[in-house]
């Protein structure tokens, strides 16, 4: 078979199937435009014909008023957005006064910030004010009153002789006898009245509390072992100077030691007095 015969064969088949469409559509057409009796069979249209010029009344409906009801309830299943979707964000900025709108975040935390800021600020002033100021009456940093000056004196000696220091917590002091002679780096300074002086409690090497010693008659710190005699004069240890003092006068017949002002001497080039009487309470010198 020739190229020429298939294309003729082809054209040939497209003819006789677009005859077979023509007709099929031309018949449904028609099927369409048939009478609506065309269907009924004679005696029924015989039968209709017979009604002609009988008038036939309507039989009278009653009508209800429609009750409305309640839409029903359709939940729809939604279906998921695919990712070809963009789902666009829109913002509404609506301004409002500040009575309406309140503190916002940021505010809150600046305001917190520069309130703690300030509260610290105001403790420390405190914490300052209170170091600096000179207190008026009682406790250390005053004067501080340790008895009658008779007492005093009465108590620091014993019936054989021993030094019995008296001990004053107001003023963190240690109440001795002073010297016969006083050294000359004490001259002009005030630190004996009526034969008695005042020591501070405190080690000069790192501030632990001096005990006393009653068998070798002085001061020796446990801590690391700085020794010193009965006047604070220094004798051992690692401490760079004699125990520290106060000033100390008599007012009215009482033993006044001021405590607002600590006096520090260097090591003694010699003792004044003889130490140790005794052994030592921490050990060998």
Not at 24 to 40: F, N, Q, V
């Amino acid at each position: 078979m020739s190229f020429t015969d298939a294309v003729l064969i082809g054209v040939a088949i497209f003819a006789i199937l677009g005859a077979i469409g023509a007709f099929t559509i031309a018949y449904r057409r028609s099927e369409k435009a048939k009478p609506a009796d065309s269907g009924l069979s004679a005696e029924t249209l015989s039968a209709d014909r017979s009604m002609e010029g009988v008038r036939v009344e309507p039989i009278p409906t009653v009508t209800e008023e429609p009750v409305e009801e309640e839409p029903e309830v359709v939940e729809e299943e939604l279906e998921p957005v695919g990712s070809a979707v963009a789902v666009v964000e829109t913002q509404r900025v609506v301004e409002v006064t500040v009575e309406e709108g309140g503190v916002s975040r940021r505010q809150f935390f600046n305001r917190a910030i520069a309130g703690t800021f300030f509260a610290f600020l105001g403790m420390q002033g405190v914490y300052y004010l209170a170091f600096f100021w000179p207190k008026l009456s009682g406790g250390f940093g005053t004067d501080v009153d340790a008895g009658a000056v008779g007492d005093v004196q009465g108590s620091v000696i014993s019936a054989d002789g021993s030094v019995v220091p008296l001990f004053v917590p107001e003023a963190k002091a240690y109440v001795v006898p002073a010297p016969p002679n006083e050294s000359d780096q004490f001259e002009g300074r005030s630190v004996q009245a009526a034969g008695l002086q005042a020591l501070f409690q405190r080690c000069v090497h790192l501030g632990c509390r001096v005990p006393w010693c009653g068998p070798s008659q002085g001061f020796e710190c446990p801590c690391h072992g700085s020794k010193y005699s009965y006047l604070g004069e220094y004798f051992a240890g690692p401490a760079p100077r004699n125990l520290d003092r106060f000033q100390v006068e008599v007012r009215n017949g009482r033993f006044i030691i001021v405590t607002g002002s600590v006096l520090e001497t260097p090591r003694a080039p010699s003792l004044s007095v003889n130490y140790p009487q005794g052994p030592s309470c921490i050990g060998a010198a």
